[in-house]
Structures are given as structure tokens and as C-alpha cells.
């Protein structure tokens, strides 16, 4: 199974921005998509954003729209997510997930331990 890296995370104030990494402890040769998620305490993991490593295509949730990035694709071994305009209310635990796509259908098959963002004054 393939571990995935973040590093990344930390404290940072309301409206300011952090850069999340992501890289395979190994060369992965069969994923189509990497992503990010976030889980803040007593919520569910949601989708923040995602990138199909072929061609580039980058998926945001409508919060984060106009504000994060996803820059990668042409190399499969790191993809990032650039915050910017952070608010109080993304506080969270954020993963990186790695998958395949048939037919439409994502599936995550390997995801990072997780990095923690801050968001406070």
C-alpha cells in the first residue's frame, strides 16, 4: 500500500494562507487522481479539492472556490493545495488521498496521516 507524505500544516491567522504538500513514499505508476480533504472535530471528512494527474483538471468544493489552488498533474509524485483567505472556520485536519477513476467514479484507495491547519488570531 502506498503511504502518502503531507507536510505543511500549522497555525496561521485569519485571512492569511498556507501551502499543504503531498508526495508518495513511492513511485506511483497506476493513480489517476490525488485530492485533498479536511475533518474539523465533530464533522465529517469532506472534499476540498482534487486533480486528475493526466491532464490537469482540478475539482473544488464551493467553499474554497476563489481561494485555494491544487497545483500539480504533470508530475505524479507531489501535488500541493495553496490556501489563501484562510478562515477561523477551516480549522481541521487535512488529508491527502490518492485514487483511480472507471467509469466516472472516483475511488481513494491511499491516504496521508493527516497534517493539521490552525486557523486563529
Known amino acids: 500500500q502506498v503511504q502518502l507524505v503531507e507536510s505543511g500544516g500549522g497555525l496561521v491567522q485569519p485571512g492569511g494562507s498556507l501551502r499543504l504538500s503531498c508526495a508518495p513514499s513511492i513511485r506511483i505508476l497506476n493513480i489517476d487522481t490525488m485530492g485533498w480533504y479536511r475533518q474539523a472535530p465533530g464533522n465529517q471528512r469532506g472534499m476540498v479539492a482534487s486533480?486528475?494527474?493526466?491532464?490537469?483538471?482540478?475539482n473544488y468544493a464551493d467553499s474554497v472556490k476563489g481561494r485555494f489552488t491544487i497545483p500539480g498533474g504533470n508530475n505524479k509524485n507531489t501535488v500541493y493545495l495553496q490556501m489563501n483567505s484562510l478562515e477561523n472556520e477551516e480549522t481541521a485536519d487535512y488529508y491527502c488521498g490518492g485514487g483511480n477513476v472507471r467509469h466516472g467514479v472516483t475511488t481513494w484507495n491511499d491516504w496521508g496521516q493527516g497534517t493539521e491547519v490552525s486557523v486563529s488570531s
Open positions: 486533480i486528475i494527474i493526466s491532464n490537469g483538471t482540478s
